[in-house]
């Protein structure tokens, strides 16, 4: 059993959200997750859809995160392009939040996420893909076109001749053939992984990351040899058919093959406890602790191409670490502090004292708009609306019972917004109390609309 340690006990640290290092696979803060008009949308960018005051991005810095990479959804079999980013929690602008020099990417999907809203249901597209070949065909075709489109370009500036009209959409896809735009794949089934890993093979580029990787287990050496790494759910299964051959172990397994494995979240809140996802591979697979740290630590900044920079204390590198109370990988262990870029962006202390200064705040303002919705004296209402028509029965004159304050108003509404979104969801045939999970940003209400 592990105890938590005596506070005379030697902090541990860990780097770059070392234990979180690098959220290899984060929708935080993204106000648009999914372009999905189109089956390809390599041309947009989640950097110009990014919400820097998401409450989410101090939540993950009081769990240890200090680098994520923010993709894209998974309703397109090509998507869009993503952005690696710190957590400068406070900064003024979005793009302060950006890490410098990190490699470009850009997000691909395969299996039900791409085409499982358009070939049933009431909500059904055309659009295609509808079928898994169709996901295959859609990206060759993309890639096709963008090798001839480079190609263009290329003998176009050798004649110096004017080039053909810009496509940012084929700019995007001819940057991962040259090599310039790592892919990051979200992936389930087996047959799918190796159908990438042989597109990969013919248009002679090497993938990033296969994302989530549930069945990469079974197919451990091709993700090998055709990809950077895995980016894996630690123990996520049986929240669709398509990933009931999903183990505990696959991280493990993946390691022994020599992968570089990573775990991720594709979740705000699971973000905030990545050392505890850390410690599954130990617990299934008998991985060694330091091994195991590594999945959210130093493997997912390889995976970005960034381990230059963060993934591991040492001489040099950015100052990206996290303090903890104990063992990384014990339950009992906290966070004490979050350091970026050697800036403290998050304490116990400091969040205690925020905390007890909001609280203050938050009763001042209730106790000022209780005061400003009390009747006013000598009939009416508070607005002086001059009705002195006779009381009724236990009633304030006028005839009517007390008008509710701004906070019953404000609490009568939600209610009632929260009642009819439930409702709604029944009529529909939906359990309103379900998680839709590994669905890469796409809500609930996202599919359903699909």
Known sequence: ??????????????????????????HTGLTDINEGGQ???AEVRVSDAMDHTDISWYRQLAGGITTVNQLHGSAN?????????KPRWGAPLPSDFFFEGAPDGIKFALGENPKRGNSYGGNATNRYPQTRMGVE?????????????????????????????????????????SGERLVHCHSYRADEILMLCNVARDFGFKIGTFQHALEAYKVAAEVREAAIGASAFSDWWAYKVEVQDAIPYAGAIMHDVGVVVSFNSDSDELARRMNIEAAKAVRYGNLDPAEALKFVTLNPAIQLGIADRVGSLESGKDADFVVWSGDPLSTFSRPEATYVDGRR????????EMRARNESERRRIIQRILADSKPAAGGGD?????DNRPAGPGGPPGGRGPRPGVLGLATAAAENALSNHVLDLIRQGQ??????CGDCGMTLQDLLNR
Do not use: W
């Open 382 to 386: 508070s607005e002086g609306s001059g």
């Open 137 to 177: 065909a859609l990206i060759r075709d993309r890639f096709t076109a963008a090798r001839e489109y480079a190609a263009t370009m290329e003998r176009s500036a050798d004649a110096n001749a004017a080039p053909p009209r810009r496509d940012l959409e084929l700019e995007a896809l001819a940057q991962i053939l």
């Open 39 to 41: 089956s390809c949308s």
């Open 431 to 436: 359990d309103p109390t379900s998680a839709i």
């Open 345 to 352: 962006y998050f304490s116990l202390e400091d969040d205690a």
């Open 77 to 85: 079999a090509i998507g869009g392009q993503n952005q690696v980013a």
């Open 1 to 26: 059993m592990i105890r938590r340690p005596p506070r005379s006990t030697p902090l541990y640290s860990s780097a770059a959200s070392d234990v979180y290092k690098r959220q290899c696979h984060s």
